[in-house]
T-cell receptor, first 115, second 115 residues
């Protein structure tokens, strides 16, 4: 049981390049999330997916797109990377049933630098 | 907009002391509150989850309390050990519900336990 996995662990991009961050969970969770963590800012929600086939914007969605490929996988795409997107990106998953909320489990993160 | 504040931002204490970390949030209409631990360069590990109807949760030497009406939570660590050194993050879910908000995080308390 690997929990939440993310690839790659590290990435350096040049301004204007594109890339996709991959996330997968094996806990049969229905909800998945992408956050970014910046020094002095805490973690902020980029996008979330309440269930397979649905995605919604979080607090800081500009410059990103997401795909909920199936129940296990939720990818984050940077179409044209900018230095302001240098950050650590975390994927998370949880179970939500009606108004019942459960723990969010986080992946190890992807450290992205845009030069 | 929900805001989460953690005090103190940093704390250094000798081994063996009992200590309290504080978390406050501006909107009391939360669904749950979660405490996490983050080691340098690592992802987040969930420590305790308190549902909105609960007052406290305990796990080993950790005890977290929740006072929704006053918008406060505390994390109590008993008999601290050097291995407890990490950044501790408080996060709340809500008030929209249904996973729409993801988690709103505080900026964390950086804890150092001196041997």
């Amino acid at each position: 049981n690997a929990g939440v996995t993310q690839t790659p662990k590290f990435q350096v991009l040049k301004t204007g390049q594109s890339m996709t961050l991959q996330c997968a969970q094996d806990m049969n969770h229905n909800s998945m999330y992408w956050y970014r963590q910046d020094p002095g800012m805490g973690l902020r929600l980029i996008y979330y997916s309440a269930s397979e086939g649905t995605t919604d914007k979080g607090e800081v969605p500009n410059g990103y797109n997401v795909s909920r490929l199936n129940k296990r996988e939720f990818s984050l795409r940077l179409e044209s990377a900018a230095p302001s997107q240098t950050s650590v990106y975390f994927c998370a998953s949880s179970v939500i049933t009606g108004t019942d909320f459960y723990e969010q489990y986080f992946g190890p993160g992807t450290r992205l630098t845009v030069t | 907009k929900q805001e989460v504040t953690q005090i103190p931002a940093a704390l250094s204490v000798p081994e063996g002391e009992n200590l309290v970390l504080n978390c406050s949030f501006t909107d009391s209409a939360i669904y749950n509150l979660q405490w996490f631990r983050q080691d340098p360069g690592k992802g987040l590990t969930s420590l305790l989850l308190i549902q909105s109807s609960q007052r406290e949760q305990t796990s080993g030497r950790l005890n977290a309390s929740l006072d929704k009406s006053s918008g406060r939570s505390t994390l109590y660590i008993a008999a601290s050990q050097p291995g407890d050194s990490a950044t501790y993050l408080c996060a709340v879910e809500g008030p929209t519900g249904g996973g729409a908000d993801g988690l709103t995080f505080g900026k964390g308390t950086h804890l150092i336990i001196q041997p």
